[in-house]
C-alpha cells in the first residue's frame, strides 16, 4: 500500500484586503457560483455576514447559504474567517475581488422574501 507525503500546497492566487474590519469580497469558482463575505465593524463591534451560492441567473440555487454574526473586533478571528471563506475545499474558489459592502449585499436575494413569494 502507497503512502503520500512531502505535500507541496502551492497558492495560485492572492487578494489584499486593506481593512480587513471593513471590507466585502465577491469569490466565484469556475461553475459560475458567487459566494460573498461582508465584514462591517462599528466602535469595535465587527458584524460578519456570508452568502452563496449564487449564479445570478434569477433562479435559486437548490441549496444557498447565509450567515450573520456578532462579535468583538478580534484581528485575529477575522484573518481566520477571510482563509476560510476563500480556501472552503467545497466551494473551489477561483477568483476573489474586494468590492464596496453596498454592491456585495446588492447581490444576495433576501431568503424570507423568496420563501414568501415563490410557493410551491
Do not use: W
Not at 460573498?36 to 444557498?64: A, D, N
Not at 474558489?93 to 468590492?99: C, F, V
Amino acid at each position: 500500500m502507497n503512502f503520500d507525503y512531502f505535500t507541496v500546497k502551492t497558492v495560485m492566487a492572492n487578494i489584499d484586503i486593506d481593512d480587513i474590519g471593513n471590507c466585502a469580497i465577491e469569490a466565484n469558482n469556475d461553475n459560475g457560483e458567487f459566494f460573498y463575505l461582508v465584514i462591517r465593524t462599528t466602535l469595535g463591534t465587527t458584524q460578519i455576514f456570508e452568502y452563496g451560492p449564487t449564479i445570478h441567473s434569477g433562479v435559486m440555487e437548490k441549496s444557498v447559504n447565509c450567515s450573520f454574526k456578532r462579535m468583538e473586533f478580534t484581528e485575529a478571528k477575522i484573518i481566520k474567517k477571510i482563509q476560510e471563506f476563500l480556501n472552503n475545499p467545497y466551494r473551489t474558489i477561483t477568483q476573489a475581488k474586494e468590492m464596496t459592502i453596498e454592491e456585495a449585499l446588492e447581490q444576495c436575494d433576501d431568503l424570507l422574501i423568496y420563501m414568501k413569494e415563490n410557493t410551491f
